[in-house]
């Protein structure tokens, strides 16, 4: 055996001890093999990407939403001037912001993609009806996430955007003026909203969107990807073909008389 | 005597197909690794760059230091609220506003979320169930007419 066959022998030695001793351990192997060798539909797989691309951008709104949190300051001093730091001064800063402003953009449209793949194709029938409705939660708390975040640059769009929102919430039979005075942490607009606004879009929704995308993402394993109707083509037809023949063969029962087809000329061979 | 060796030669029994497994599983599948996670790779590593590019093609806007005296200032949501704006238009005046800020978006949310219980039909193909097809259209042409409307407003009375 030369040098670089047992170089190589020796490698493969000691991979496999450090799978088995993890696998040993955790599992992880086993797991690892569960998760990446699942099988899914074949023919629409470039749809499907959809669902996998609202997770991406949701990962990069995370991250890059931790790297802002580097020299954002959530007060009305400073709101402004540490974005326009970032803009203008910090390192990769227009891109870091670029990046959390653009993927939110294009995660709205995902998601309306996403919903309207689902809802066309009529993923969302049984057994997977629970799996739509974390999906319409985990939308409403986007869209809040989109609406609280647009506050914190506290600039004139920002700030009567919000303005706005919150006399649109004012509206609501019963509970709006409790609400609305909540969640600006008084009767105007000040630095109090500012605070608040930022506890929900950077802690509180964003904690409570992770284990919803947790229970999606578990679910759709659970039911495995559905797809569309289309992948499931030949097995409908050998369905369909199977009930036909049955039908005509209960046809035949009740009927007593043999008429037409492959069946009643092979009885009728077979009886003379 | 092979069949051990390449667990293919064993003989299937043939499945029967019901009603019930009919969408067990697909005609056709592919592994999710490597295949699907490379396709899903592929996109989203195009929208990312995507986003790289913009970020300085079109910075993210800031706009001046928020003001609370001024009073002409004309707020724009961002676009994917633009159909709701919009709807509010339809909603003119103190006694209407409430019903179409909050109790229709509320009625839609909540048929959003009954939805597959309203929808128990077993064809899952939008074809044969045109009843859930059609709303769903109307829902889509309402939003996207709705959102060219505010655009169109905009882009008509800039500064209104």
Redesign the interface.
């Known amino acids: 055996m030369g040098m670089i066959g047992r170089v190589r022998s020796q490698a493969v030695d000691a991979s496999k001890l450090v799978t088995d001793w993890m696998e040993h351990r955790t599992g992880i192997v086993t797991m690892m093999e569960h998760?990446?060798?699942?099988?899914?539909?074949?023919?629409g797989?470039?749809i499907?990407?959809l669902g996998?691309?609202t997770l991406?951008?949701i990962s990069?709104q995370f991250l890059t939403g931790i790297l802002l949190l580097f020299y954002y300051v959530p007060t009305?001093d400073h709101a402004?001037n540490s974005?326009?730091y970032i803009?203008n001064e910090a390192y990769f800063g227009?891109?870091i912001?670029?990046?959390?402003?653009?993927?939110a953009?294009?995660l709205?449209?995902?998601i309306g993609l996403h919903m309207?793949q689902v809802?066309?194709?009529?993923?969302?029938?049984?057994p997977?009806?629970l799996n739509?409705?974390v999906g319409?939660i985990l939308l409403?708390l986007v869209?809040v996430i989109?609406?609280t975040g647009?506050a914190l640059?506290?600039?004139?769009?920002?700030?009567?955007?919000t303005?706005?929102?919150m006399k649109?919430?004012s509206?609501?039979?019963f509970v709006?003026g409790q609400t609305i005075r909540f969640l600006m942490g008084g009767d105007?607009?000040?630095p109090a909203t500012l605070s608040r606004f930022f506890a929900i879009h950077v802690w509180l929704l964003p904690a409570a969107l992770a284990p919803f995308i947790g229970i999606h993402l578990y679910l759709l394993r659970r039911h495995?990807v559905?797809?569309?109707?289309f992948?499931?083509?030949?097995?409908?037809a050998?369905?369909h073909e199977?009930q036909r023949l049955e039908r005509f063969e209960r046809y035949e029962e009740e009927d007593g008389e043999p008429n037409t087809g492959r069946r009643d000329r092979a009885d009728r061979d077979g009886s003379e | 005597m092979y069949g051990v060796a390449t667990g293919k030669a064993r003989p299937v029994e043939e499945e029967v197909i019901t009603e019930e497994n009919v969408f067990e599983r697909p005609d056709e599948t592919i592994a999710f690794f490597p295949k699907q996670v490379l396709y899903d790779l592929f996109v989203t590593t195009l929208v990312l760059l995507a986003c790289c590019v913009l970020s300085y093609v079109s910075p993210a806007p800031l706009t001046e230091p928020a003001d609370p005296a001024t009073i002409t200032y004309v707020p724009r949501p961002e676009w994917f609220f633009f159909f709701y704006e919009q709807m509010l238009m339809f909603f003119p005046g103190y006694a209407l506003i409430s019903f179409g800020a909050v109790v229709v978006p509320t009625i839609f949310i909540v048929l959003l979320l009954a939805l597959p219980w309203l929808d128990r039909g077993p064809s899952y193909s939008p074809m044969r169930r045109p009843f859930a097809t059609v709303i769903g259209l109307l829902v889509v042409v309402t939003v996207l007419l709705n959102m060219l409307l505010a655009i169109s407003r905009i882009i008509n009375f800039p500064g209104q």
Do not use: C
Request: net charge positive; proline share 3%; hydrophobic share 45%.
């Open positions: 998760f990446l060798f699942e099988p899914v539909p074949k023919r797989a470039w499907y990407t996998s691309l991406g951008l990069l009305t402004w974005i326009y803009m227009t891109l912001r670029g990046i959390h402003y653009w993927s953009n294009f709205l449209a995902a309207a809802f066309f194709s009529g993923g969302y029938k049984a997977r009806e739509w409705v319409v409403l869209v989109a609406f647009y640059r506290w600039d004139q769009d920002g700030f009567w955007a303005v706005v929102g649109i919430g509206y609501s039979p709006g105007t607009i000040g495995g559905f797809g569309s109707e992948e499931y083509t030949e097995r409908l050998k369905l199977r």
